[in-house]
């Protein structure tokens, strides 16, 4: 066989794709992301949203990444008045596709624009970045001005890149995103930052100044060596505060003021060398606050050198927080090196957080006092260990008809328990738990308790186990008179997601329990469950289960209702068809909606929805038409062409054109029929023929008839 141009250069596909590249038009490899967008997006220009099927992601790009159905014209940087064009460039930016998104602009380059590589950079694409950056220099109308920028209200201004865009940024393991950046060129008012009515900054002091607590000290050093813009007053504190000493000699020697807040911060955050520095080479010095915090903090070389280096001092704060927190070796430092103190009853705190070498040492110390409060707090926080060294050996005491309820409040079994033993009373009073208690698995045992020895439960105890998805918890109570119907508790599940409990109410609910379970988006396993339900229990089978899951787009809810035989698929197809939205649910109703033996019914069913008003006929005909001539095939056996319109009805047929060719045989069956008043009701369908030649036959035929 001789070589072609077809075999030779056609027939491969890198080869041909440079072919391709020359010809104008949308590329053979792009089309599909196209017609994904055409056939399954539709946008409301009421709402300004784009409306999409399931199918759209996987269909646009099968390896890219998944976006949500409904969305916002600002989300993927597209015009809000009307559709954008620019949506599958757009679509394929963020989905991460940048082999797809760099053939759409190099068949269509006036989609191009900067927003593309606005939300490359917005959606952390940064491959997809820097191949639009070099296509610049090709491309002019990447660096066209952008149309949809982030508008910052108060500020009256354009902004390119939104809130919270440079904190993501610098705090990247990375510099790539900031030489991006600096190539793709930037200015102080680009980026939109958090209002602030108290702040004195300007938006780009803001932006900088909330970007540094998350930034790192890589990306930090390039950005000031990248942006002349990129500073703050507080620049030098926050650098500080962060520890990068390296910057904070480079800001030094760039002669940048700075604040006691520089000492303070990097005091307080542990960070030694900087104080050191700050100390030895600047003046604005500290405050009290420096020690303070870093004490608080359990910093305590920061505290010995500030103690020994600098005057400031620091105030009670420091011991209190030292003893608050755990820090012996430091609560031991400043009572052995300082006179500040700390507050009346600190030892009530240090008890309450569990601390017991604190309560120890301080009690050994003999000049701390503390109040009932001490052994009341540390049973709330179940630290028995405490409660026992204080009874044994302090008068205080405590609460005594209230500390069992304290423990029990906050769910610690064992310390109720000792304290029961111990002699003090149980409550009489209801307890009231909440989510975060009810998260504990010995909250189980609390529970029966408290009933065991006679008190009785909150009422909303249920509803917040629920939450907490405490299963074995909310299987007891659910033995229990409820005050919350089936539906209400698990709507509470299910907003939280709590699945194991989502799962139990869902095997013990009604239908009204399903019908609210398939309106949101379940999780596999619990789908399952609630279709194994269903097949089990045909009393709780509803039409209506059908309907809620299409207007939920629940897709596999469908398809296990539809197995099942439960809802009227013909009246939802109807909801449905023709909307770009629910190609694949209507594709999925579609089957459901023939009778097997009634085939010219199918056929008026089909044709029914063809005619549906507000609809697109393009994506309706793509639904209908392969069961339409299957239906029309199997009629076409018990219906026979008039004479005057077969011919033409068979070459439209053969032409593709089926749905004249149907009407054709709808109208010829009905002819056939004796009743007069058939012939009235054809002349609807006999107006839907397009093609004129099989029109008129029809009319004349009508005509005949009369």
């Not at 939109?192 to 998350?214: F, I, K, Y």
């Not at 009204?512 to 619990?526: F, K, M, S």
Request: aromatic share 6%.
């Amino acid at each position: 066989m001789s070589a072609t141009f077809r075999s030779v250069i056609l027939g491969q596909p890198e080869i041909a794709a440079i072919v391709f590249g020359y010809q104008a038009g949308l590329y053979e490899d792009v089309r599909p992301a196209f017609r994904a967008c055409e056939e399954l997006v539709e946008f409301d220009t009421c709402q300004k949203l784009y409306l999409c099927d399931a199918s759209l992601y996987k269909t646009l790009a099968p390896s890219g990444r998944a976006g949500p159905t409904r969305f916002g014209s600002s989300r993927y940087l597209l015009r809000n008045d009307s559709r954008d064009d620019r949506l599958p460039l757009h679509l394929a930016i963020a989905s991460g596709c940048v082999h797809l998104a760099t053939r759409i602009i190099q068949c269509r380059p006036d989609l191009a624009s900067e927003d593309a590589i606005l939300l490359a950079f917005i959606k952390d694409q940064l491959e997809t970045v820097e191949v639009l950056l070099d296509l610049r220099a090709t491309l002019p109308a990447l660096e066209s001005l952008s149309t949809t920028h982030v508008a910052s209200v108060q500020e009256e201004s354009m902004c390119r890149f939104p809130v919270g865009f440079l904190v993501d940024l610098l705090a990247r393991g990375d510099t790539k995103g900031l030489k991006l950046l600096q190539r793709f060129g930037t200015g102080p008012d680009d980026f939109e930052g958090r209002h602030d009515a108290q702040s004195n900054l300007t938006m780009s002091e803001r932006v900088v100044r909330w970007a540094m607590p998350c930034a790192t000290l890589a990306n930090v050093a390039l950005a000031l060596e990248l942006f002349p813009w990129f500073h703050s007053p507080g620049l030098l504190d926050d650098v500080a505060s962060k520890g990068f000493l390296s910057l904070v000699r480079l800001l030094h020697g760039r002669r940048l003021k700075c604040s006691t807040n520089a000492m303070d911060k990097a005091a307080a955050n542990g960070h030694l060398e900087v104080v050191g520095f700050l100390h030895s080479a600047r003046g604005e010095g500290c405050t009290v606050r420096a020690m303070t915090d870093a004490a608080a903090n359990g910093h305590l070389e920061v505290v010995r050198f500030l103690h020994f280096n600098r005057t400031e001092g620091c105030t009670t704060r420091a011991l209190d927080g030292a003893i608050c927190n755990g820090h012996l070796a430091i609560a031991r430092f400043l009572i052995e090196h300082r006179s500040e103190g700390a507050s009346l009853n600190i030892l009530d705190e240090a008890a309450g957080n569990g601390h017991l070498e604190i309560v120890q040492y301080l009690h050994n110390l003999g000049s701390f006092g503390c109040t009932v409060g001490a052994v009341d707090k540390a049973a709330a926080g179940g630290h028995f260990d405490v409660v026992q060294f204080l009874l044994n050996n302090r008068s205080e005491g405590c609460s005594r008809a209230d500390v069992v309820t304290r423990a029990l409040t906050n769910g610690h079994l064992q310390t109720a328990k000792s304290l029961l033993y111990l002699g003090y009373p149980f409550p009489t009073s209801e307890i009231r738990w909440y989510v975060n208690t009810l998260r504990k698995p010995e909250m189980m045992d609390v529970v029966q308790l408290l009933l065991e020895k006679g008190g009785s439960l909150d009422a909303s105890c249920i509803l917040y186990a629920c939450s907490a998805n405490h299963l074995p918890l909310v299987r007891f109570l659910h033995e229990r008179p409820c005050d919350f119907s089936g539906l209400y508790l698990i709507a509470t599940a299910m907003k939280r997601k709590a699945w194991d409990v989502t799962a139990f109410l869902l095997a013990h609910g009604k239908t009204d329990v399903l019908l609210l379970a398939l309106g949101c988006a379940l999780p596999i396993t619990l789908l399952d469950l609630v279709m194994r339900r269903l097949e089990r229990q045909p009393e709780l089978r509803d039409d209506k289960l059908l309907q809620v899951a299409l207007r939920s787009d629940n897709v596999e809810a469908m398809r296990g209702l539809l197995t099942l035989g439960i809802g009227k698929p013909r009246e939802c197809l109807v909801e449905i068809a023709g909307r770009p939205m629910h190609v694949t649910a209507s594709k999925l109703l579609l089957p459901y909606c023939m009778d097997a033996t009634k085939h010219l019914d199918n056929i008026l069913y089909l044709l029914d929805l063809l005619a549906l008003p507000n609809r697109r006929r393009k994506t309706t005909l793509q639904l209908i038409t392969s069961d339409l001539l299957d239906q029309g095939r199997k009629a076409s056996q018990t219906i026979q062409l008039a004479p005057s319109v077969a011919v033409r009805a068979s070459t439209l047929l053969e032409a593709g054109k089926v749905v004249d060719w149907a009407l054709a045989l709808v109208i010829c069956q009905r002819w056939t029929s004796d009743a007069p008043a058939a012939i009235e009701q054809l002349e609807k369908p006999a107006s839907l023929v397009q093609d004129a030649e099989l029109q008129t036959q029809l009319y004349h035929l009508l005509a005949h008839r009369s």
